[in-house]
RNA sequence: GCUUAUGUAGCUCAGGGGUAGAGCACAUCCUUGGUAAGGAUGAGGUCGCGGGUUCAAUUCCCGCCAUAAGCUCCA
């Protein structure tokens, strides 16, 4: 992600805001005092990012954020001195010259090379002109711009430090990047900080553990959610919100098991060209026997499995292919196209270890999948329709704060199957689908999936990091390498398009993304528990359990707090598990046969009869009210 | 997977080479109170797991597991 944020500095530099100017000054003084304080730090780049700027250096000593109050009062010196930040125009030799003797990104000549900064200007294309930065002792090799002085970056803080591979390539060595903030003023900068805090009350792995939605298990497994009755509510709220949809839409919901052979993954192409992010194969029982009793080691066993002379198992990582076996078990006609089916399919992928975390990122998930498989016309017709699913299903829950991607194929990249011409195809028609459904979308290359392009929904997390949501994909390779076919009207074989769509993209992570959304609090519709029952005190504990009975009855998810709290005390903790009704019953409600209402936002709502509070909040769920 | 942190009661956290503490939550009892915390008593811990150093390790060292941020990756 920190690539892309790069990428667009790069290609915005000169257009950058006084903001990130600020910043992209800030990260210099940040330099200044790193290099005084180790000179032998060797920086690479240094560029403003969304909220603040970074420094990537390379040093003997480990930064850590401890060294930060250190570091920081060094910055102070720098600020204080209030040098000029002063432009030098250079020949290429000049700065060759200042690289080679280390007075680049430092405050003295060295004995070594300025290398990052050496092979930066080995990159500088020729024709383009070469600026040194100067704030006082500290030279750089930066196109700018810069703000006037030193002293503008007055309030700036460090975050954190972690590691970073030298322009986001792995074989390159790691190098140390300090994160920092900066504002034009404190005032500002504390804004900011308080933002951050809020936040992360937000979290949902905060939230997902206070409002018993999920936990996870040590035992069980990294990145293996385990949904807890609450959150089972939800999961079931949406999915049923969802089927809904499906119904009157024309889909199929079909069932397929979670595991397939291993030949149904190498004619997707998963198996073996995918096999480091998925879960390890299981041979047959008779194949290990027979290789336990010949004595014979684990890379026999592997190589069978990847040439496919022992036959083994996978759990899928996605369902096209069993939702391809279920198309490709009747003959079709073009009479019976489009044919959509849909699965509440759970998938298993081997994610990286650090790459897992909270719901947003997770080894075992449910894809609310869908796969149609329809005629060349269709397509743009289905894509369509695909779309406005999605919308409408964002719509109801009120996330409109999100971004579509056109996720191509990176052109450069070996990994994809299918013709060329294919791929043409498919990416025009998403094209043309989202120009008509008249939204900007983002082409980004190289997100495409390795069997076509897609349209994605893409929402912020409350960290700031972008997450795939809704996806809609077209494909015209898994029909061929399945060899799949209807018969058109001319009474001959045809190939069929296939549009993968899911509007959630998976149960667990849009999950996690709605509570941080809701910040915890669902609407009603969504709500584990909806109304909580707070008698005055334990002598109308009955008449609550009536009030009980009669919104369970007419479908609602209520509860009693028959303990012997006060109502304040009931009433707080009922607002901390986020229900959104709470009926206070004591003798005045009883005596006037009504219910005193208060909503957790919305507080005091009046009096009204039980009968109108049933029907007003049966209206409100059956309504998906927000 | 990599870098850097972190891991003490259900939760939030304090502590520290001599086998542990607070608040909240929980249990029991008292209280029956009108819109965000009534009171008392009590129970609860192999200090993430496994090794090592030591008379003694939760504390120091090593390995592993998990979590977090970032990087890389995400069909």
């Known amino acids: 992600m920190a690539e892309k944020t790069d990428r667009k500095t790069l290609e915005e530099r000169h257009g950058m805001s006084d903001l990130e100017r600020l910043r992209h000054s800030c990260a210099h003084v940040l330099a200044t005092a790193i290099a005084r304080i180790w000179p032998d730090a060797q920086f690479a780049a240094g560029p403003p990012v969304e909220g603040g700027f970074y420094y990537d250096v390379d040093l003997k000593h480990r930064i850590s954020t401890e060294d930060f109050e250190r570091i920081e009062a060094e910055m102070k010196k720098v600020v204080k001195e209030n040098a000029t930040f002063v432009k030098v125009v250079v020949t290429r030799e000049e700065a060759m010259a200042m690289a080679k003797s280390g007075r680049l990104a430092s405050v003295a000549e060295r004995k070594v090379e300025s290398v990052f900064k050496l092979d930066l200007l080995n990159e500088i294309p020729e024709g383009e002109e070469i600026s040194i930065y100067q704030n006082g002792d500290f030279w750089d090799l930066c196109a700018g711009p810069h703000v006037g002085r030193t002293g503008n970056c007055k309030a700036y803080k460090l975050m954190s430090v972690a590691s970073a591979f030298y322009k986001g390539d792995k074989s390159n060595p790691q190098l140390q990047r300090v994160y920092g903030t900066c504002f034009p003023n404190k005032t500002q900068l504390n804004e900011h900080l308080e933002r951050l805090e809020e936040a992360k009350k937000r979290d949902h792995r905060k939230l997902g553990r206070e409002l018993g939605l999920f936990t996870f298990s040590e035992v069980v497994g990294q990145g293996l959610p385990l949904w807890k009755p609450k959150g089972g509510i939800v999961r079931r709220e949406l999915q049923d919100f969802i089927t809904e949809e499906l119904d009157s839409q024309g889909y199929y919901q079909v069932f397929t098991p979670h595991i397939g052979k291993l030949d149904l993954y190498r004619t997707s192409g998963h198996f073996p060209y995918y096999e480091e992010s998925q879960f390890p194969p299981m041979a047959e029982r008779d194949a290990w026997e027979g290789l336990a009793d010949e004595g014979a080691d684990c890379g026999r066993l592997l190589n069978g499995l990847r040439t496919g002379a022992i036959e083994g198992f996978m759990l899928k990582p996605m369902n096209c292919p069993h939702h391809i076996q279920i198309f490709a078990s009747d003959h079709r006609s073009y009479r019976d196209l489009p044919v959509r089916l849909a699965e509440f399919g759970t998938v298993y992928r081997w994610e990286q270890s650090g790459e897992l975390g909270g719901l947003t990122r997770v080894r075992s998930f449910t894809q609310d999948d869908a796969h149609l498989f329809c005629t060349p016309e269709q397509v743009a017709d289905e894509i369509q329709g695909c779309l406005g699913l999605v919308k409408k299903v964002l719509g109801t829950l009120g996330m409109e704060d999100y971004t579509v991607r056109l996720s191509l194929r990176d ?70 390498r399945f060899d799949l076919s209807y018969v058109g ?138």
């Open 489 to 626: 009207s001319d009474n001959k074989p045809h190939r069929p398009v296939m549009i993968h769509r899911a509007p959630f993209g998976s149960l667990e992570r849009f999950t996690g993304l709605l509570i941080e959304h809701f910040a915890g609090k669902f609407p009603t519709w969504l709500a584990p528990e909806q109304v909580r029952v707070l008698p005055i005190s334990q002598q109308f504990n009955e008449a609550g359990q009536k009030a009980v009975e009669a919104l369970a009855e007419a479908g609602v998810r209520v509860r009693m707090d028959g303990t012997g709290d006060k109502v304040g005390a009931k009433i707080r903790l009922a607002r901390l598990d986020r229900v959104p009704y709470m009926l206070v019953l004591g003798a005045r409600e009883v005596e006037n046969n009504e219910v005193s209402v208060r909503h957790r936002d919305r507080e005091d709502l009046g009096t009204q009869s039980l009968d109108d509070f049933v029907s007003n909040i049966r209206e409100e769920i059956s309504k998906r009210s927000l």
């Open 411 to 480: 052109l450069e990249s070996d990994k994809y199957v299918g013709s060329p011409e294919n791929w043409e195809k498919a990416e025009d028609a998403l094209r043309e689908a989202v120009k008509k459904m008249g939204v900007d979308a983002i082409e980004e290359p190289g997100e495409a999936a390795f069997y076509g392009p897609k349209i994605d929904f893409v929402v912020k997390d409350v960290i700031g990091r972008d997450w795939q949501l809704g996806t809609v994909q077209v494909d015209y390779n898994l029909p061929e």
